[in-house]
């Protein structure tokens, strides 16, 4: 069966301070992954998504990066994060082709002071 | 951007009552899907609807799509507190069918 595992479930970074949240599949090939922010109360936007490897595309022009280094591994990156960097962030991945129920990962709450 | 926009923002209901969330959208779409997020969690796939269906049902859940309309609801039958989370709808947007986009969500709360 199919597992996303997402990484850490929480994390406390100073102002400035680079960030990488790691999230890998298990289970299946070539997935499509996808990075959500979610602010508190406030519902989900969409980051980042990719459909193959090193195929990155970006939603919202912002301080976040992504990476696709493997098949099944997608990294949120940022080199100095900003206090309104701060939320909750979900990986994703969906079947390829037109699969169309996605599957989250359990989410890491990012807390910038 | 948003492509479903749910409403209420915020329901509260008794354990045993029906629970109704609307959910519209703005492009064409091929399904809509409806997730469940318990509090500081990732979501949960409820159900999908295709672009050709009117009405599905799963166990307590009842979706129907109006695709004239660009709308659609859940319905969650007798409710119990353990229903209480917030209830996203989801659509492909852009003309994409890779990317997924939310709603803003609705937080129901079910009292005991």
């Known amino acids: 069966s199919q597992t996303i595992h997402q990484w850490p479930a929480t994390l406390v970074q100073p102002v400035g301070s680079p960030l990488s949240l790691e999230c890998t599949v298990e289970?299946?090939?070539?997935?499509?992954l996808y990075w959500y922010r979610q602010a508190a109360g406030r519902g989900l936007q969409l980051l980042f998504y990719?459909?193959?490897?090193?195929?990155i595309s970006s939603e919202v022009p912002q301080n976040l990066s992504a990476s696709r280094p493997q098949d099944r591994q997608f990294i949120l990156s940022s080199k100095k994060l900003l206090l309104s960097d701060s939320g909750f962030y979900l990986c994703?991945?969906?079947?390829?082709?037109?699969?169309?129920?996605?599957?989250f990962g359990q989410g890491t709450r990012l807390t910038v002071v | 951007s948003q492509q479903g926009e749910e409403d209420p923002q915020a329901l509260s209901i008794q354990e045993g009552e029906n629970a109704t969330m609307n959910c519209s959208y703005k492009?064409?779409?091929?399904?809509l899907q409806w997730y469940r997020q318990n509090s500081g969690r990732g979501l949960v796939h409820l159900i999908l609807?295709?672009?050709?269906?009117r009405e599905k049902h799963s166990g307590r859940l009842r979706v129907t799509l109006d695709t004239s309309k660009k709308s659609s609801s859940l319905l969650i039958t007798a409710s119990r507190a353990a229903d209480t989370a917030s209830y996203f709808c989801?659509?492909?947007?852009?003309?994409?069918?890779?990317?997924?986009?939310f709603g803003k969500g609705t937080l129901l709360t079910v009292n005991p």
């Open positions: 492009t064409s779409i091929n399904n």
């Open positions: 990719s459909v193959g490897i090193g195929q």
């Open positions: 994703a991945w969906r079947a390829t082709v037109e699969g169309p129920e996605a599957f």
């Open positions: 289970g299946t090939s070539n997935p499509n």
């Open positions: 989801a659509t492909n947007s852009g003309g994409s069918n890779y990317k997924l986009t």
């Open positions: 609807i295709r672009s050709n269906e």
